[in-house]
């Protein structure tokens, strides 16, 4: 089946304590980024990849990290967590780098830093 | 700069009511994609529809149907005869891309769409 998966789903963390959320992806996809979901703000955009080893920052990209160093994986780091950055994290990949496709969501992961 | 507005936060109808969702865009490019994503109440976001900026053909499917007019950059989607299970957040979104070859999907604040038995 093809899909995208997250984990976790759910943490609660304390300030500082680095953590990372994982993203893969079977469809062989080259893009693939991650958003934050904030109430009232939509979904806006940390980073992004368009392949291996090819990565750009998004809209809020600040305290976070991401690596791409196989095709399938795109895990998001947050080197020192703070309660800013309590939100609702989505993968999602695409099959191309162009703006054609739709983009698969991963189920999603809901981080509170406490 | 690249925008996209959903002007209505929280849309409250009666089941079998039509009801309309707005969704505004701005861009510079004349080559953009346009698509609608429905987050239910269980989290996941699931897409909807495509749609190009040279096709402004309208689009029906089933209940659902989506009006795109370049002329006033909107592209609304409307849901014929509501039902429970309409009830959920609908993310409107453009994708442009750059002249490096990237690209960038933005979206709208969402509006929360309650449907009542």
């Known amino acids: 089946e093809a899909q995208v998966t997250q984990n976790p789903r759910y943490l609660i963390t304390v300030t500082g304590k680095k953590l990372t959320v994982t993203c893969s992806q079977n469809m062989n996809h080259e893009y693939m980024s991650w958003y934050r979901q904030d109430p009232g703000l939509g979904l806006r955009q940390i980073y992004y990849?368009?392949?291996?080893?090819?990565?750009d920052k998004g809209d809020v990209p600040e305290g976070y990290k991401v690596s791409r160093k196989e095709k399938r994986n795109f895990p998001l780091i947050l080197e020192s967590p703070s309660p800013n950055q309590t939100s609702l994290y989505f993968c999602?990949?695409?099959?191309?780098?162009?703006?054609?496709?739709?983009?698969?969501f991963g189920e999603g992961s809901r981080l509170t830093v406490l | 700069a690249q925008k996209v507005t959903q002007a209505q936060t929280e849309i409250s109808v009666v089941e079998k009511e039509d009801v309309t969702l707005d969704c505004v865009y701005e861009t510079r490019d004349t080559t953009y994609y346009l698509f609608w994503y429905k987050q239910p109440p269980s989290g996941e976001l699931v897409f909807l529809i495509r749609?190009?900026?040279?096709?402004?053909q309208n689009e029906i499917s089933g209940r659902y149907s989506w009006n795109f007019q370049k002329s006033t950059s909107s592209f609304n989607f409307t849901i014929t005869a509501s039902q429970v299970v309409d009830s959920a957040v609908y993310f409107c979104a453009l994708s442009e891309l750059f002249n490096t070859g990237g690209f960038k999907t933005i979206f709208g604040a969402g509006t929360r769409l309650f449907v009542k038995a």
């Open positions: 999602a990949s695409k099959m191309e780098g162009g703006n054609t496709g739709e983009l698969f």
């Open positions: 749609r190009n900026s040279f096709d402004e």
């Open positions: 990849s368009m392949n291996v080893e090819v990565t």
